[in-house]
């Protein structure tokens, strides 16, 4: 028999390093199609995360997955002395070093560059998130990092901008923020339950709202998927799920 929360609940995390800046967001799709937010919010631990992803029927993940392929690869080599040489240590190198096969064609669909996991900030939290994917795995919950499981990577920003909402500023400005709050009513049937002065207050709230909403857009088949050709690097990488969409690049 089918649970309710396995085709009706959906989460969100703007995963932080820390849990007092982890933006968190559940939501409930109605049988009408519209989705309520019953909770969001900042201030999340370990065990807080855990217990709330075991409880939904998918989770959108605003962190990356995985490490680039070739510098892991390259990371291995060089601790043994047994690297190749580049041709050239340039621009074009490095960027395949720290760019993930998923932040490529993020840069080539939307012409946004997720932050490097490989050379920025953001492998804090990647960290946390990769004791936590250890810790569901343990549980028996699928986290296939293509997505194709009870979580998916995304990008809040490529999604906005894919739903030509604001998508940069946003973080600094509450004006912004009221307006995309204001504009997702119409634009992903939302309704705010009573959080949409969270979300304009917190930007960690508003990105967890976000990914969750990309959640149901992945749940409903209605994101970019790997290629065959992408597949391997998705399991091992991560993949960012980015909802159909046609932007200006």
Known sequence: MTEP????????????????RTGFARLQ????????????????DDEELIEMLSGVSKAGIDVPFGWPAG??????????????????????????????????????WCGLTPLSVAADRIAYPALRWAAVEARLCDRGMDCQRDGAGRVCEVYPAAALKVWQLPFRGYKRDVRLREDIVARLNGRCAVDWNGYDSVCVSSDDALDAVISALVAVEAADGRTRVPTAAEQKDALTEGWIHVPFGTVAV
């Open 5 to 20: 929360w396995e085709v009706a609940v959906f989460a969100g995390v703007d995963l932080a390093a820390e849990s007092g």
């Open 29 to 44: 799709r109605t049988p009408q199609s519209r989705v309520v937010v019953e909770d969001a919010g900042s201030g999340l």
């Open 71 to 108: 510098f892991v690869e390259f990371l291995a080599d060089h601790a043994l002395q047994q690297h190749a040489a580049p041709m050239a240590a340039d621009v074009r190198w490095r960027r395949g070093m720290v760019l993930r096969r998923t932040d490529q064609l993020v840069h080539q």
